[in-house]
């Protein structure tokens, strides 16, 4: 396991924890399925599914299509997970790219503030 990996699966968890704990997320989530790619452009990527507000099938490489995707290079992503760099900083210098809606695009705003 890379250390990009690793933090994937710390996130994964921070989220699982994040939900837990909120109800109001917990309800918002509970019947929605999203496939998500986390593309690091230098390499394989990683993905999952959130189905009804759980984390499943995480693994390397990319999913054939996804509601949401996320694009930076390897070291982008570790700068985003170590605070280095801020997500709107990343977003506004295009060194972090999404495709996804407007609504996924807040949802994962909860997520990880």
Sequence with gaps: MDELEGQLKKAIEKFKAKIEE??????????ITRNVIIDTT??????FII????????????????E????????????LF????KPMK???TKRL??????????????LIS
Aim: proline content about 0%; charged content about 35%.
């Design 51 to 66: 189905e009804k507000g759980q984390v499943k099938d995480f693994k390397r490489g990319k999913l054939d299509s996804a």
């Design 90 to 92: 990343a977003w506004a």
């Design 22 to 31: 909120d109800a109001a997320l917990k309800a918002e989530l509970a019947e």
């Design 68 to 79: 949401i995707t996320l694009h930076a290079t390897t070291a982008d992503f570790k700068a």
């Design 97 to 110: 790219k999404f495709d996804a809606s407007i609504d996924d695009v807040m949802r994962l705003k909860k």
């Design 82 to 85: 170590t605070g280095e760099l």
């Design 42 to 47: 230098d390499n394989e990527g990683f993905s």
